[in-house]
């Protein structure tokens, strides 16, 4: 299965009143969420399911994700993507949905990075994970631990402009 987490883009800034769930994605941020998929549009990438956080700047980043990359399916929304959320509930979501072969993850930090780490059998790695970055990982076994390849990784920088 190919495993792709998705970091959301750059969000509103998060107002006195606000809570830290309703913030939106600003127009630099769909910027750049779109320049990085277009990106993972070339190497291939089609999700087969995408699952997103429940907070609002995430599911805009998986709706972001869902045009560029032409999925046509329902958007899964799941508290196992919420940022404080553990690697291990993530990829219970993952595992029960084995069957599929692409799935892509929109949330946030600090789950993207320790994720990744996770999917790698490598906890001590560390990984910037900046906003609307993607990394795809590799996993054929489905066991309690994952055991990853990490195949690439697709910053805003990357992609020029």
């Known amino acids: 299965m190919q495993i792709y987490l998705l970091r959301h883009g750059i969000a509103e800034d998060a107002g006195p009143n606000r809570p830290e769930s309703e913030r939106a994605l600003n127009s630099e941020g769909r910027d750049k969420l ?6 993972a549009r070339v190497a291939q990438a089609a999700p087969t399911v995408i699952l997103s956080s429940p907070y609002r700047r995430a599911i805009e980043t998986a709706d972001v994700a869902a045009d560029v990359l032409s999925y046509k399916g329902k958007i899964v929304r799941t508290r196992a993507l919420v940022p404080e959320a553990a690697p291990s ?33 490598s906890p001590a790695l560390h990984i910037d ?30 992609t020029g402009d």
């Open 34 to 39: 779109r320049r990085v998929l277009k990106r």
């Open 89 to 121: 509930e993530a990829w219970d979501e993952v595992r029960s949905r084995k069957g599929e072969t692409a799935i892509l993850l929109a949330s946030h930090e600090p789950l993207m990075s320790s994720l990744a780490a996770f999917l790698l059998n």
């Open 129 to 158: 994970m900046k906003k609307a970055a993607l990394i795809r990982v590799d996993c054929q076994v489905f066991g309690p631990e994952p055991r990853g390849m990490l195949k690439w990784m697709i910053t805003p920088t990357l």
